[in-house]
């Protein structure tokens, strides 16, 4: 089966990731790979697969647009299946294989605080509508997500799977350490009005009161110019002994060492797909303090802290339950974190991607060779 993977939508972040481990892990003598992106995603990608690059896809959105409106289907020869990988493919090519990665285009009520922005994500909604409805399969990480989407977009005649994230093998932890100081409290994520990172600041101060030795570390990179400018001016009102420490464009391959050197990791996202941070932090052997939005909920086990990620209150009243809470307590939420994360790895996710593909493919040559 000769595979091609539209990659052209991808800059960075979790899509990234998911395309890298994903063309790392496929291990299937019967598949050939293409993957189309841009120059910049193609150099992070191994030699062993074919890369198809193009200048539109280098430059402005507007003519990567074009690239993928007009462009894309002459550089489909000798493909067997598309496999769309952020569900946007709008060409005419068959069978065709979508994903359903973000949710903020159905979950709209998480746009706020993102100004003209906005308008990318209606755009994409629609661009994604449109995909899904010529798609013969789609791939969802989670069944929250097939839920939402599901009640937007007919599925009833597609072919569906839910196929998990992976955990990079470097995250894992082979042991839970026996002394939790709480002291170093972590949140890994990008910052955005939906990360919650201010409401995060707050409950934090609220808890500097009482535990005089804590620090927050926040590692990300900044998505939004206005929410930029409020985390920054709130840590500056904030942090007069600089026990707030903020990172920003993070190496992906450092990022296991902030949760090495973390006691307790905070997530508080209000919209995900699959939020790879928190399995990653599962994986660390941490205690963690959780968004109680779906689908956080559906990935880390309920012995674990919860809040409501957009009142601050309920977020200092979650941090100070971990901060209370006995030492063999958390070494047992430790411990199920990490037996949890163990069940993601993304050799089974590409096992399980391939097998979806490859039933798609084989459906869609039976039904239309019958048909001839």
């Known amino acids: 089966m000769k595979l091609t993977i539209d990659a052209s939508s991808i800059v960075s972040g979790g899509?990234?990731?998911?395309?890298?481990?994903?063309?790392?892990?496929?291990?299937?003598?019967?598949?050939?790979?293409?993957?189309?992106?841009s120059e910049k995603v193609l150099n992070k990608l191994p030699d062993d697969i074919i890369k198809v690059g193009h200048p539109f896809l280098n430059g402005s959105i507007f003519k990567r647009f074009y690239f993928q409106l007009i462009i894309i289907?002459?550089?489909?020869?000798?493909?067997?299946?598309?496999?769309?990988?952020?569900?946007?493919?709008?060409?005419?090519?068959?069978?065709?294989?979508?994903?359903?990665?973000?949710?903020?285009?159905?979950?709209?009520?998480?746009?706020?605080?993102?100004?003209?922005?906005?308008i990318k994500f209606f755009i994409n909604f629609f661009r994604?509508?449109?995909?899904?409805?010529?798609?013969?399969?789609?791939?969802?990480?989670?069944?929250?997500?097939?839920?939402?989407?599901?009640?937007?977009?007919?599925?009833?005649?597609?072919?569906?799977?839910?196929?998990?994230?992976?955990v990079n093998h470097k995250f894992f932890k082979n042991n839970v350490s026996s002394e939790n100081l709480k002291r170093k409290v972590l949140y890994v994520s990008s910052f955005h009005y939906y990360k919650n990172q201010l409401n995060v600041i707050?409950?934090?101060?609220?808890?500097?009161?009482?535990?005089?030795?804590?620090?927050?570390?926040?590692?990300?990179?900044?998505?939004?110019?206005?929410?930029?400018?409020k985390i920054l001016n709130l840590i500056q009102k904030s942090n007069s002994n600089n026990w707030i420490k903020i990172y920003d464009n993070v190496n992906y391959n450092e990022i296991n060492k902030f949760y090495d050197d973390s006691d307790l990791i905070v997530f508080a996202s209000s919209c995900e797909n699959m939020p790879l941070i928190l399995i990653e932090s599962m994986a660390s052997a941490k205690p963690i303090i959780c968004s109680n939005k779906p689908p956080m909920t559906e990935f880390l086990p309920k012995i674990n802290f919860y809040f409501d990620p957009k009142d601050v209150n309920s977020i200092y009243n979650s941090i100070l339950?971990?901060?209370?809470?006995?030492?063999?307590?958390?070494?047992?939420?430790s411990t199920t974190n990490l037996v949890q994360s163990k069940k993601y790895n993304w050799r089974s996710t590409a096992f399980e991607t391939i097998e979806f593909i490859e039933m798609v493919f084989n459906t869609y040559k039976t039904i239309n060779n019958g048909s001839k």
């Open 321 to 333: 339950n971990a901060f209370e809470t006995n030492e063999n307590e958390l070494m047992k939420i």
């Open 15 to 37: 899509g990234l990731t998911h395309l890298i481990e994903l063309i790392n892990n496929i291990k299937s003598d019967s598949v050939s790979i293409k993957v189309i992106a």
């Open 202 to 229: 707050k409950a934090f101060n609220l808890l500097k009161l009482k535990y005089h030795n804590i620090t927050l570390t926040l590692v990300g990179n900044f998505i939004n110019k206005s929410y930029k400018f």
């Open 128 to 166: 994604q509508k449109i995909s899904f409805k010529k798609s013969d399969g789609i791939i969802f990480l989670s069944n929250h997500a097939l839920k939402i989407v599901g009640s937007k977009i007919d599925l009833s005649k597609k072919h569906t799977k839910i196929i998990n994230h992976g």
């Open 73 to 118: 289907d002459k550089l489909l020869t000798n493909t067997d299946i598309l496999f769309s990988i952020t569900g946007d493919y709008l060409g005419n090519f068959r069978p065709l294989v979508g994903m359903s990665q973000n949710m903020l285009l159905y979950e709209k009520e998480n746009l706020k605080g993102f100004g003209l922005e906005k």
